[in-house]
């Protein structure tokens, strides 16, 4: 069941999905359009998940699920596979792990893991996509000097 991300506690569980090419606004729209659909009939062995969705900067989608519903394999596999389809559908990439997120001069850029090196440097805004807390993102602790987070092990 969809609810809005300010109904859901600092607890809740989210995935943050990075995007790239970076989404328009009209693909921003269809994107959370589609997945706004698939989390009103999002359940796990028959129990709704109330589940919320946002797209920040057009580069992140953040689904948030209330921490007290369980999140069955087969409930978390249904959203990767809708996910699938919009990767298609909008002609980006949004499962692909190997993507690193900075912000750049000229805002937010998508590199693979091994040109990050060359790309950034200890001070480069990066976007800590493994978050697994709502309150994390609310915060703006997924965003940080790479080295202050994990990214540092990807520098030169």
């Not at 569980?13 to 970076?22: A, M």
């Not at 559908?89 to 000229?106: H, Q």
Request: charged share 25%; net charge negative.
């Amino acid at each position: 069941m969809r609810v809005n991300l300010d109904q859901l506690s600092n607890d809740a569980y989210v995935w943050i999905f990075g995007i790239s090419p970076s989404l328009d606004a009209q693909k921003s729209d269809a994107l959370l359009g589609q997945v706004n659909a698939f989390l009103e009939n999002w359940a796990a062995h028959g129990t709704p998940i109330a589940g919320a969705a946002e797209v920040r900067e057009g580069s992140f989608l953040i689904v948030a699920a209330d921490e007290q519903r369980e999140k069955s394999g087969c409930a978390i596999d249904r959203m990767f596979g809708t996910l699938k389809q919009l990767e298609r559908d909008l002609g980006v990439a949004i499962l692909d792990s190997n993507r690193i997120f900075f912000r750049g001069e000229e805002g937010i850029r998508a590199v693979e893991r091994t040109a990050f090196r060359n790309a950034a440097t200890g001070e480069t805004p990066v976007f800590d996509v493994t978050v697994e807390r709502l309150g994390d993102v609310r915060k703006g602790d997924w965003e940080k000097p790479a080295a202050q987070s994990w990214h540092r092990q990807l520098l030169n």
